[in-house]
């Protein structure tokens, strides 16, 4: 019965019934390394003859059609893929040359003539029937040569179940959708307008799944319903518009190995054809694309150009098909420059699903494997993906796998859960996947995807490595029963009649490659899903030919997520052999214990990652002592060895390792016999940095350094400190620091993810980062310089509103992140609702809004007007308000639903302060402290008697300083002003100079009940009980106090004494006092000064009971008997006015900081002290 399933197809791009195939196994190679190769000749017929001879060493089969006309072209399309046959051109009359000699050279046995005698002459067919078996395919017209054509397809085997219709009226549709139709191996059938003339065409497809390419207008609703049609896929606005649609509708369908390019420039008569025409069935024969491009310069070329950019990598085969007068030298250096410059936007192409149970995500460049395939970078239906590998997620059905393929621009994420037929879910990429040179990350997508499965799976490809391992991939996953082995299925594969079984297959290494493992709920039965098993051998397979058959599947047994199995089929593969010695063909090292061993072929997985086959500088390498990690690379052509320690670590300059003879290669041959090779390690002495900071999501910062640095350093929190757009200390938010794509086992990386812990977000506008203390994996470590930046906050931060009742005229809106202030200060941006239930109203114009320092809220005062939140008259009385025209700092809308609501009937009950939010410092000679609370204090409830209930002191209260002024700053929180007395310098019983005397311990201890923030709610006790506010910045540097007499002698605070004992100083003092507590200072810090003598000291001694410093001289001091018969002495700190000396601090605050003593010119100018003796 015939399976009626419409293929999925991306929107919009005309799909045509078109020619598909041609070239076979290929001698071109494109020059790769991003450049093209070009296959052309003098004209059409030249152009075909040299692509055919040079895709083609032999061919038994060759397909010839008219050079003077398409549509026999086309349609022979999918017969030359199905033949496995090249088209060459020739005249209608006689046989081209070059059409004779390539058929010659190819040494063909059969031709097919494609069109009748009118197309190609009988003359023709009568001089190559001398020589070859030829087979006529045509009929009166182009749409009677397509039906035969098509028949001739399904006596070759070809199915029915899936045909491509399109108009035949023309080529350039056709042309385009060749290489997906021969991909697919899809019949193409032509059509027109005429339901007449299409009654044969509709009934060789009435039991098909048709899907329709082009409009409406050219192929009409009538022919598609008359063809009973199930899809329709419409163009672009022009051939290179739909071109470009086509191919990215069915990007899924198309590799990226091999790309073709040719000329389709509209002419008249429109006949620039043949070029593409061969270049179509060349595409379709490697199920790559092809791309047509347009005169010099155009928007079509222009546009064919970007997308060969974002489609095809440095490795990709490139052929440009045609000569210079087509597509000229400067297109094909713009396609080059193209495929090797950067990409600077990276984005999501598509995703599309395969089968039920997994998603094929392709990037428009090249990606960073290990953040493409952490699963945890991807959702499903809203689900965030878990690792399939981790034992703590066992049974989950979040559980996936994920994996970068070759071209490193498409992931395979195969689900644990399969999806229901037809079922339709969102499928989100997270901003974290990093681009391959890890510069950019890829911005967030999300797109709907349908899960369907109506086909079988498939053998998409047998691969022999050496002649030991046999890679066998699939189009889709398929069971391979309950064992990661795959065990359960190896008697369903048979190497040239052989149970595989018993070819000395090796099973412990034999392996389903990167299976995900699922539990039936119903019947906990285990099943592992995989596209690719790797089969080893510890015995040669045959060289030469060989035939892999792979037996029909059966429940659990190489079936799909559908239940389809997979039918018995066959693939041939040689081996070759090799018996030379492997050769070591480079050695590099790293200084961050990484050695990387390149070798001239494939090495042996089991014999090339044994540890104790190695030895660095005489020391054998054990896994966990000495070397983390020894993996194969580069297609198993590469050693990587990692983290070299102990006594592996590398030596500077020369070192040496020995590889055991144990080693073999992919063929069995051993290296060579004591094996020494010596290489050199370039110290490393530069210093990492800090590339970049930015905002990954809503609560992640990703953090990328310039090089590789010791993980364990860049993952520990205390090497960062966080601060928000009010200057706020809120590094406690920050959790546990992560690696992109790694592991906790991971000793270097340059990214690193900081989440915030909880709901925080980073909805502030900008923050501040500090940074200090990374260092890089050298053998003599590299530090960082620290660094302190800014970056802004996140755009994914969804915008909310909370409405508040501070009055019965004051509404507040408390926003969840900064917002345009452009649009927060418009009252004709808000609505309201009235408890009438009328619709919403703009608010009369007396409204008054008044907007927060930091734009996160907004106070309507309605004072002014008829409405009020308690008002008798319903109309009146405001019920809720909306944010409706308010857009955030990204200018984006709040969305409905989230820009307001009811106002409450009740208020919040206490303000709280931030965390770590108080800071003391000076302005001027002024004392201040700003504190910051959760919203901002509403700055009319402040009165002329706040300032007296707003009070530091200590924490018992029994001190209690009491403000001069109080302030709402710039932050929306409170500044406290305490102004300078002048006696602070010479008295410690001032307001200013208790406060300082309590240093970092000094505490907000009073508040007035009668302030309010914007919300209502009251600054009370609990306010200051919920949590201690002390400062966490303590900016007030210290400062010293002395009484002086009228002659400026020092009466009080400062003194100096001596000990004489038999006629001799034994020991002498000088204490200083400061007004707040000391943490460091050196006894070379002041100078001393007897009668011109200067006297250093010996010790200096802090005493923060009384914050005070006692300079002490030794008896053994060399001037110490200057105090004899001293009376007085002068003390003078040792600095310049105006400088800061940086070995007098205060203690250390919250923040790790210190404030440094400036000595006053009164200081500098030196302080007489009276010397008494003990």
């Known amino acids: ?176 959708v060749a290489p997906v139709a021969a991909a697919d191996n899809e019949i193409l059938l032509l059509t027109n307008n005429n339901a007449d003339t299409m009654k044969n065409t509709a009934e060789f497809a009435k039991d098909s799944n048709v899907t329709v390419v082009g409009t409406t207008n050219v192929v009409s609703d009538a022919i598609y319903n008359q063809l009973n049609a199930d899809k329709r896929i419409n163009g672009g606005a022009d051939r290179f518009a739909t071109n470009i649609n086509v191919l990215k509708a069915f990007d899924s369908d198309l590799k990226a190995d091999k790309l073709y390019v040719a000329n389709a420039t509209q002419a008249n008569p429109d006949n620039l054809y043949a070029d593409a025409l061969v270049a179509s069935a060349i595409a379709g024969k490697y199920s790559a694309p092809l791309v047509l491009v347009d005169k010099e310069s155009s928007t079509g070329t222009t546009n064919a150009i970007n997308y060969i950019g974002t489609k095809a990598t440095k490795a990709t085969d490139l052929q440009v098909v045609g000569g210079t007068g087509v597509v000229s030298e400067d297109t094909v250096t713009a396609i080059e420059n193209a495929i090797n410059k950067v990409n600077p936007d990276p984005e999501v192409s598509s995703i599309t699903a395969t089968g039920l149970n997994q998603i094929k995500v392709v990037f428009n460049q090249e990606v960073d494997q290990d953040t493409a395939e952490d699963v945890t970078n991807y959702e499903v239906d809203g689900s965030q993906l878990t690792d399939a590998d981790a034992d703590a997620n066992e049974g989950l059905d979040t559980n996936a796998k994920a994996t970068l393929q070759d071209d490193n621009k498409t992931v395979l994420i195969t689900l644990s859960d399969k999806q229901d037929q037809n079922k339709s879910v969102d499928v989100k990429v997270r901003k974290g996947i990093l681009t391959d040179d890890k510069a950019n990350t890829v911005p967030e997508f999300t797109q709907n995807v349908t899960f369907s499965d109506t086909t079988a799976p498939t053998l998409d490809s047998v691969e022999v490595r050496g002649n030991k391992k046999l890679v066998v991939k699939f189009s889709e996953p398929i069971n391979v029963g309950s064992n990661q082995s795959a065990s359960g299925v190896y008697s369903k594969f048979k190497v040239n009649g052989n149970n595989i079984a018993s070819l000395g297959l090796d099973t412990d290494n034999t392996e389903a490659k990167d299976a995900v493992k699922s539990i039936d709920k119903n019947t906990n039965k285990v099943s592992y899903w995989t596209n690719e098993i790797d089969f080893y051998f510890t015995t040669a397979l045959k060289t030469g030919d060989n035939t892999l058959k792979v037996s029909d599947g059966s429940d659990d047994e190489l079936e799909d997520a559908a239940g389809f ?100 290669d992919a063929y069995g041959n051993y290296v060579e016999d004591d094996t020494n090779e010596s290489f050199n390690l370039d110290e490393d002495t530069t210093k990492p940095a800090v590339s970049s900071v930015y905002a990954l999501n809503d609560n992640t910062i990703r953090v990328k350094f310039s090089k590789d640095v010791d993980a364990s350093y860049a993952r520990n929190v205390s090497n960062y400190k966080l601060r928000d757009n009010s200057g706020n200390d809120i590094t406690n938010q920050i959790g546990t620091i992560t690696i992109p794509g790694g592991s906790t086992s991971d000793t270097s990386t340059d990214i690193v993810d900081i989440p915030l812990t909880g709901s925080n977000k980073l909805s502030d506008s900008n923050y501040s980062i500090t940074i200090k203390n990374i260092q890089d994996l050298a053998s003599t470590p590299n530090v960082m310089n620290d660094y302190v930046g800014t970056f802004s906050g996140s755009d994914d931060v969804n915008s909310g509103v909370k409405i508040y009742n501070v009055s019965s005229t004051k509404v507040t809106l408390v926003f969840t992140k900064e917002m345009d202030a452009g649009t927060l200060d418009d009252i004709s941006n808000y609505k309201y609702v009235n408890a009438a239930g009328d619709p919403a109203k703009s608010f ?171 919300t209502g709610a009251a600054l009370t006790n609990t306010t200051i009980t919920d949590k201690t506010i002390t400062p966490y910045f303590y900016n007030a540097a210290p400062k010293t106090v002395v009484t002086k007499d009228s002659n400026d002698v020092a009466t009080n605070y400062w003194t100096a004494s001596k000990t004489i004992t038999d006629g001799k100083v034994t020991d002498a003092s000088v204490t200083v006092q400061f007004d707040t507590p000391i943490a460091n200072v050196r006894a070379t810090d002041f100078k001393f000064n007897i009668g011109g003598t200067t006297i250093e000291a010996d010790n200096a001694v802090i005493n923060n009971n009384n914050n005070t410093v006692t300079f002490t001289f030794d008896q053994d001091n060399d001037n110490i008997q200057s105090f004899k018969d001293a009376s007085t002495i002068v003390v003078t700190p040792k600095d310049t006015l105006g400088d800061t000396l940086k070995d007098i601090s205060t203690v250390k605050d919250g923040n790790g900081d210190y404030a440094y003593y400036v000595p006053s010119s009164d200081d500098l100018s030196g302080v007489t002290v009276t010397i008494s003796a003990n």
């Not at 070397?627 to 060895?641: A, C, F, G, N």
């Open 565 to 664: 199995p997979v039918s018995e089929t066959t693939e041939d593969f040689n081996v070759d052999t090799l018996t030379s010695t492997p050769k070591i063909t480079s050695i590099t090292a790293e200084d961050n214990g990484k050695v990387y061993v390149n070798f001239d072929r494939a090495l042996d997985k089991k014999t090339a990652t044994t540890d104790d086959n190695f030895k660095i500088n005489g020391y054998v390498l054990t896994k966990g002592t000495n070397v983390s990690d020894i993996e194969l690379k580069k297609d198993d052509t590469q050693i990587k060895i990692s983290g070299l320690k102990g006594n592996a670590k590398l030596n500077k300059n020369s070192n040496t390792i020995y590889i055991s003879n144990n080693i073999k």
């Open 1 to 176: 019965m015939n399976k009626k399933g419409t293929k999925a197809l991306a929107s919009a791009t005309l799909m045509s019934l078109v020619l598909t195939t041609a070239l076979a196994t290929g001698n071109v190679k494109a020059a790769a390394n991003g450049q093209a190769t070009r296959v052309g000749g003098t004209d059409r017929y030249e152009t075909a003859a040299k692509v055919a001879t040079t895709n083609f060493t032999t061919s038994d089969n060759v397909v010839l059609v008219s050079g003077e006309g398409y549509a026999d072209s086309v349609s022979a399309s999918v017969l030359a893929k199905k033949l496995d046959a090249p088209i060459v051109l020739t005249g209608s009359k006689t046989l081209d040359a070059n059409a004779k000699s390539a058929i010659e050279t190819l040494k063909a046995k059969n031709v097919y003539i494609i069109g009748g005698t009118g197309s190609i002459s009988a003359s023709i067919e009568s001089g190559l029937k001398s020589n070859y078996t030829v087979t006529r395919l045509g009929g009166k017209d182009r749409y009677a040569t397509n039906l035969a054509i098509a028949n001739k397809l399904v006596d070759l085997g070809v199915s029915k179940d899936n045909i491509i219709a399109v108009a035949g009226t023309g080529f350039a549709d056709a042309l385009s």
């Open 844 to 1014: 009369p114009s007396k409204t008054h809004i008044s907007v927060s320092n930091d734009n996160k809220s907004v106070t309507i005062d309605l004072s002014d007007t008829s409405l009020s939140t308690t008002a008798s008259n319903d109309s009146n009385k405001v019920a809720a308000v909306y944010a409706t025209g308010v857009k955030d700092s990204n200018g984006n809308s709040l969305d409905v639903g989230n820009n307001g609501g009811s106002v409450p009937t009740t208020s919040v009950d206490f303000v709280k302060a931030k965390d770590n939010s108080l800071t003391i410092y000076y302005d001027g000679k002024d004392l201040k402290a700003d504190v910051n609370f959760e919203n901002p204090v509403d700055a009319d409830t402040l009165s002329a008697t706040s300032k007296d209930n707003f009070k530091l002191g200590n924490s018992d209260g029994s001190i209690a300083i009491a403000a001069d002024a109080v302030s709402v700053n710039k932050n929306g929180g409170l500044t406290l002003t305490f102004n300078r007395n002048p006696k602070d310098d010479s008295d410690l019983t001032t307001n200013i100079n208790k406060i300082k005397a309590l240093g970092n311990k000094v505490v907000l201890n009073s508040v007035d009940s009668s302030v309010k923030d914007v």
